[in-house]
Nanobody, 136 residues
Framework: HVQLVESGGRSVQVGGSLTLTCSASGKAVDNVCLAWFRQAPGSQREGVAA????????FYADSVKGRFTTSQDNNKNTVYLQMNSLKPEDTAMYYC??????????????????????????????WGQGTQVTVS
């Protein structure tokens, strides 16, 4: 069972950049598929980015593709979400999540590209507490 703690959220101006950090314990991040979700008030939680175990394959929602990058430092057991060119619609609580049943890149590719948001959240085994990002 992996425990996740996010940090780095704050208020930032439109067009600015921000890096969120997700520190993991209880399991090595290179042995887990991790994802970033976000939820704005009154909206459904949506998957933003995902990374296959080991960190060499990443996936992004269309709304953030080209602006957000997720990476991981296996030595620090930490995952990052670098967010550039931030927009007001990026305002949300951001959550780090560990995915279950993630045994192949093909599975994660299918989940991230074809599944709806409810299905994506169903495969979350562990959630962090969240960190707030406000863009104005």
């Amino acid at each position: 069972h992996v425990q996740l703690v996010e940090s780095g959220g704050r208020s930032v101006q439109v067009g600015g950049s921000l890096t969120l950090t997700c520190s993991a314990s209880g399991k090595a991040v290179d042995n887990v598929c991790l994802a970033w979700f976000r939820q704005a008030p009154g909206s459904q939680r949506e998957g933003v980015a995902a990374v296959y175990r080991g960190g060499d394959s990443t996936f992004y929602a269309d709304s953030v593709k080209g602006r957000f990058t997720t990476s991981q430092d296996n030595n620090k057991n930490t995952v990052y979400l670098q967010m550039n060119s931030l927009k007001p619609e990026d305002t949300a609580m951001y959550y780090c999540a560990a995915l279950r049943d993630c045994y192949s890149r093909a599975w994660l590719t299918s989940l991230w590209k074809d599944a709806n948001e409810t299905t994506k959240t169903w495969f979350v085994a562990s959630w962090g507490q969240g960190t707030q990002v406000t863009v104005s």
